[in-house]
Nanobody
Framework: QVHLVESGGGLVQAGGSLRLSCAASGSIFSINDMGWFRQAPGKEREFVAAINWSGGSTYYADSVKGRFTISRDNAKNTVYLQMNSLKPEDTAVYYC???????????????????WGQGTQVTVSS
C-alpha cells in the first residue's frame, strides 16, 4: 500500500506562485508514475501533470504548460508541483496520485492511478 500526503496549498493572488508537495510512504518501490489532478466546484477532476518516478519524463495538460513544473526528489520520496503565474481558473482542490502499473500512453487518465492523496485547496483571488 502507498500513502500520499499533500501540502502547500493556500490562498494566493493572481500572478503569484505556490509549490505543492506530495510525500509518499509505504511500498515506494512499487511506484511507476506519479501525477497531479485538480477539481473545481461543479467540474470533473482533470489532469494537470505527471512524472515517471525513475526516468523523470514529464507530461503536462495544455492549460498549465509553461506555467507549472512537476519534479521529484527520489531521496525524499516526494513529488512537487511548482505553480507560477497563477490564474483564478486554477482555483481547485489539487490531488496527488501514484500509479503502480506503467501506462505512459494513459498517463492523463484517472483510471491509470491506484493511490490518491486527500487533496489540498488552492485558491487564486482577483
Amino acid at each position: 500500500q502507498v500513502h500520499l500526503v499533500e501540502s502547500g496549498g493556500g490562498l494566493v493572488q493572481a500572478g503569484g506562485s505556490l509549490r505543492l508537495s506530495c510525500a509518499a510512504s509505504g511500498s515506494i518501490f512499487s511506484i511507476n508514475d506519479m501525477g497531479w489532478f485538480r477539481q473545481a466546484p461543479g467540474k470533473e477532476r482533470e489532469f494537470v501533470a505527471a512524472i515517471n518516478w525513475s526516468g523523470g519524463s514529464t507530461y503536462y495538460a495544455d492549460s498549465v504548460k509553461g506555467r507549472f513544473t512537476i519534479s521529484r526528489d527520489n531521496a525524499k520520496n516526494t513529488v512537487y508541483l511548482q505553480m507560477n503565474s497563477l490564474k483564478p481558473e486554477d482555483t481547485a482542490v489539487y490531488y496527488c496520485a501514484a500509479a503502480i502499473v506503467g501506462r505512459w500512453y494513459q498517463i492523463q487518465l484517472q483510471r491509470n492511478y491506484d493511490y490518491w492523496g486527500q487533496g489540498t485547496q488552492v485558491t487564486v483571488s482577483s
